[in-house]
């Protein structure tokens, strides 16, 4: 049984353990879940969506596809959005988000392109933004060479090649949104005008047209650092994955292999010290992040396997170890100095085992509870028990003399770690026999990551100690919190007390409710949030039906009336009154030929001589989808 846990306890695993759950049967022969079978679940599948002017499709890894198995939720949110009534974001950053490389058309020259600049104190600003914001800087941009070239270009920018005129525009680009999304709690700069923060786009043009007027088709150098910029860019002027960046991805690694990145330096003597510790870092970058997108997306990754590539990992250095007169690279630094590289290796550690937990949920095969998921269970903790100790977790209350970066580069190790747990087990909360073991990592997680995401989004606020960090907040929340408060509402909703208690119940719903409140101040801001925000509400309606009608009691209460306490989460009750489990099973068996009807006579206490519920038969007939064929056995109907 899982116990609510202290917010900064994120100790795993937790519960049982599968030596402890196993029964005699089970260690005998493990339980087969093929993938591929419509047993398993309609999450498995992904998620399709058509409309008049778009279809797309997202899978299983992805909270949306998670959320659509949830009985009769999908078509109320399909009829709220076709009414307009769950996003409509600014027509500024919907303007924005329209812009495309693919549509940007051939500037006449440079000199066109370069009055985008601005002047050179305000552009020292904007450079200086994005640099000492550590967390965003990427580690293919060296920061002394970039430094040397930048005073070149001032002296004379026409002979600069355009591939890095691209890289500065780009740079420009992100440190606005930086600065924009500050500013909105943080009030602006007197030296940050308006008129430059409302540029961004006019700075991402401006790099489009630098890659076009390079011809971004062709290898040459400076263009996976200009690429890789301009998708940053790109994929942080929304919220929302933008279908745009993973095109752009895709082909930045194609260029990549063409320009040999996937190779490692060794092998080309011509190639410099620097120059090649410079290509391992854009390698791994490019690794990194296509594991990323694919795992947020649900989709096959565009590199499949590490034996595709030899490239070795770049060194945890700083930019400052080494530049461009470097004979031999120095040794790594030790793991107490964090760096940028130590960080991206760190999360990219456990991105690997990530991507063999994709690969588990596309399979075909038949995947073994105690070989596949136990295995790769025990791998991510390995991997989590061997982050660099700089990196390791640690509350905002034992962190408070710590630079934000460092603050932000372990809250995000930390939320990797436990999203992967969650995806690797959720499949497993309404297996038969039932995995008490995955029941517990997928709350225990879970309710973690939302504990993360809480505190992130309180200390962001004005006198906070992450308080120049906002967007950090917006996008943890966002890229990873969705999805374990999908599998949270999964937990609730198809567990018992025994399973899960009430105390947990309530700690769980009280997440639910706080993320309810932050996507709510996020709904203009994206269509995720928006989605995420109408289907929670929902939900927790149907979770808490006791709070819900003591909301609308209380709307028309006189002031006289007694203040009513917050209701606890409903619970499995021992005279065998239906639970939330027994209520909810069949919103996620994944049937729709189930007899609803004589379901709900059930529910609502119609006397009938004919019907006779079997609690326990309906629970059963719902987690193993038994649907019709045996509904009228399972519910006692006698003819």
Known sequence: MIQAKDQNNVQLPVGRTPSQLASPEDSASSIEISTGSPGSGQALRGSYRQSETEESYVGPTHWQAILETIHGLKSELEAKESSGNIWAGTSDKKAFQ???????????????????????????????FYFKSKFFSVPLVHVGQFHRLYEKFWGKPHDMPVLWIAQLFSIFSISTVLKDTTGAFNGKSKHWSDE????????????????????????????????????????????????????????????????????????????????????????????????????????????????????????????????????????????????????????ANIMKVQKKLLHQQFTSRSISYDNDVLRLDAELEHVHNNTPE??????????????????????????????????????????????????????????????HQETIYNESKPGGQLSRDLWFSKSLHLSNCLLAAVILCQVILLTNEEECNADTRTEIIRLLRTTLDITEHMKEESREAARFNSALELILKKVEPSRASDETSQATATNSAPAQSRPAAPTLIANGTPSVRSEFDGLFNGSDDINWSIIDQGLMGVASPNIEIDWDEFDMSCLNGDGNSTMEQTLGVHR
């Open 98 to 128: 329209s812009e495309s490389l693919f549509y940007t058309q051939r500037p006449p020259s440079l000199a066109h392109i370069l009055r985008a600049l601005p002047d050179r104190p305000v552009a020292d600003r904007i450079l200086s």
């Open 196 to 347: 430059i923060l409302q540029s961004r786009g006019a700075f991402t043009t401006a790099a489009a047209q630098c890659l076009v007027l390079a011809d971004y088709t062709k290898p040459q150098k400076f263009l996976i650092e200009a690429l890789f910029l301009y998708c940053q860019s790109k994929g942080m002027a929304s919220f929302d994955p933008a279908g745009e960046t993973w095109l752009l991805f895709a082909l930045m690694t194609r260029q990549a292999l063409r320009l040999g990145y996937h190779r490692d330096p060794k092998h080309f003597p011509h190639i410099s010290v620097f120059d090649g510790e410079m290509r391992r870092r854009t390698w791994f970058m490019i690794t990194e992040f296509d594991s990323l997108t694919a795992f947020q997306l649900g989709l096959p990754a565009n590199l499949h396997t590490d034996d595709e590539w030899d490239t070795a990992h770049p060194r945890s250095l700083h930019d400052f170890d080494f530049d461009e007169s470097t004979i031999e690279l120095p040794a790594n630094r030790s793991e107490l100095d964090p760096t940028l590289i130590q960080f991206f290796t760190a999360k």
């Open 390 to 451: 700089a990196l390791k977790f640690k509350s905002m209350s034992q962190s408070f003399s710590d630079p934000g970066w460092l603050v932000m580069y372990r809250y995000t190790c930390n939320v990797v770690y436990l999203k992967a747990i969650c995806v690797l087990h959720r499949n497993y909360i309404t297996a038969v026999p039932r995995r008490q073991y995955s029941i517990d990592r997928c709350a225990q997680a879970g309710m973690q990551v939302l504990t």
